[in-house]
């Protein structure tokens, strides 16, 4: 395998899986792209149009019965998941899984139980800020202890407008979802309760969507993350994060490029879209997620990473309708995915 390059299938040629395919085959060194898995015939041409020699299958058993795959990337939508993860896991074919792992903890726990029964860690999932420079840049400085404990993030993940078919459970599941996952990676431990408010209404926001909204995540020790969750805000795409620290403050992602300050304003600009705010982290998880296939390890967030943020999502839920302050339980960690 070192001599060769990783052959990959790509299931789903949407935004995402289209992005990947052409990230394969024009940036990312080691590998190849051999099986787009797209039943749509458009999506797919379009998609092969990238990965030249690459077939077109209509499944995922499909794929694997008929072309030689060394690994799988699922970019195809959440509820979709799990029923792709699975028949991977039996042919035993390392995995690089968008988010979600699964839309709920149950699924979650399912694919845990088929990737320990095959016997090794197969699956990264696609937490993809971990491998933003500026975040890993923030968790560096809070495991040096360099300015004291962590005590607070706020956090802000803000959109230009939301898609069709946008629904309130979204918000969580689509977007916070990241910070639920970057919060506890940020804090070394688990968020063990959430909380939802409700600010008023934007005017901006499609009919019958609540937002913007304010998540409040607790860890183990007690730091507490507030998370804007704001999706119609017209200005741009803007994901930042403030931290507390007992000695200082460190803030990140505030724009991109040169800021400027004449006439009396400041100028600087500002991302449209998740695809140029993190083309960067997303072109170095897959690079290293190719290495560690080459090596047979995984490099990045795990099944376990991705049942976690299943269960805290949940949580967010059950908080986000009732406005009550929820606890998360967890299942205990297999020794499968000890640290």
Request: hydrophobic share 40%.
């Amino acid at each position: 395998m070192q001599d060769e390059d990783l052959r990959v299938a790509v299931v789903g040629a949407g935004i995402m899986g289209g992005d990947h395919i052409s990230r394969l085959t024009n940036k990312v060194s080691g590998a190849r792209v051999v099986s787009v898995v797209e039943p749509d015939d458009g999506r797919a041409a379009s998609a092969l149009l990238t990965a030249p020699g690459a077939r077109q299958r209509a499944t995922i058993e499909d794929a694997l019965g008929h072309d030689d795959i060394d690994a799988v990337i699922v970019a195809n939508p959440g509820p979709f998941h799990e029923a792709t993860l699975l028949p991977c896991l039996e042919a035993g074919i390392p995995t690089l899984c968008e988010k979600p792992l699964t839309p709920d903890s149950l699924g979650a726990l399912r694919v845990m139980e088929a990737e320990q029964r095959a016997g090794r860690p197969l699956i990264q999932v696609g937490f993809m800020r971990r491998f933003d420079a500026e975040y890993r840049q923030l968790r560096e400085l809070v495991q040096s202890g360099d300015a004291g404990a962590l005590l607070a993030l706020h956090c802000a993940h803000r959109n230009v407008a939301t898609p069709p078919g946008y629904v309130e459970s979204m918000l969580i599941t689509d977007s916070v979802v990241h910070e639920i996952d970057v919060v506890a990676w940020l804090a070394d431990e688990p968020i063990t309760a959430v909380e939802v408010k409700k600010p008023r209404r934007n005017s901006r926001a499609p009919e019958g969507l609540r937002e913007p909204q304010l998540v409040l995540l607790e860890t183990a020790s007690g730091v507490l993350a507030d998370v804007e969750i704001n999706v119609n805000c017209g200005f741009g795409y803007q994901v930042t994060t403030d931290a507390v620290f007992e000695s200082a403050l460190a803030s990140i992602g505030r724009t991109t490029g040169i800021t400027q300050w004449r006439d009396g304003r400041m100028i600087a600009a500002e991302h449209t879209t998740y695809t140029t705010r993190f083309e960067a982290a997303y072109d170095v998880e897959v690079q290293r997620w190719v290495d560690a296939t080459r090596r047979g390890v995984i490099d990045g967030p795990t099944t376990w990473d991705g049942y976690l943020a299943a269960v805290v999502c949940e949580a967010a839920l059950e908080a986000q309708a009732s406005g009550r302050r929820v606890e998360v339980a967890y299942v205990d960690r297999p020794a499968f995915y000890a640290a």
